[in-house]
């Protein structure tokens, strides 16, 4: 698990991401347009730039390890709500560079559920036996193998 290197560049985003909005908030008069003027700073930027920000601190603050452990159903849900709410607002205020993120999550994902269904869970035929009993009570029973031995011992849960 890389969960060390994934806070980290979690946090560099988002002081990349406040260096950012302070030196075009405080610097920048705007842009400079086509007829050499220049234009005052686009409202809905800065507000995307805010979502995006606030959805990334949220995102950190709601994974610290507390919340994490206590309440695992709440981060994960926030993680994804936050996490679309942070991609949506990154592609809206033109950072169109989130996407190679976005394919490298996505590739990422695609790898872990083929390894857990392939490779992980691959479960031989015959190995488990799933069977609905009386009073709404379902056995789930798999073969298991002692080293050593040939013949499979039925383990009940």
Known sequence: R???????FAFLAIATGAFHGIGCY???????G????????????????????GSMVLLCLLSLTPIRRNCFEFFLTSHV???LAAGASGLAHGAG?????GIAWLADI?????????????LPKGAAELKALPADVIRLRFL???SGSEEGIPFDY
């Not at 405080?26 to 400079?32: A, D, M, N």
């Not at 695609?110 to 691959?122: G, Q, T």
């Open 81 to 83: 709500v936050f996490f």
């Open 110 to 122: 695609l790898v872990r559920y083929f390894y857990m269904a392939c490779v992980r869970y691959n």
């Open 26 to 32: 405080t610097f920048s008069k705007g842009e400079i």
């Open 34 to 53: 086509d007829d050499g003027q220049v234009e005052e700073m686009d409202f809905g930027e800065m507000t995307t730039g805010w979502i995006f920000e």
């Open 2 to 8: 890389a969960l060390r290197y994934h806070k980290l």
């Open 144 to 146: 298991r193998k002692r």
């Open 97 to 101: 560079v989130i996407t190679f993120g």
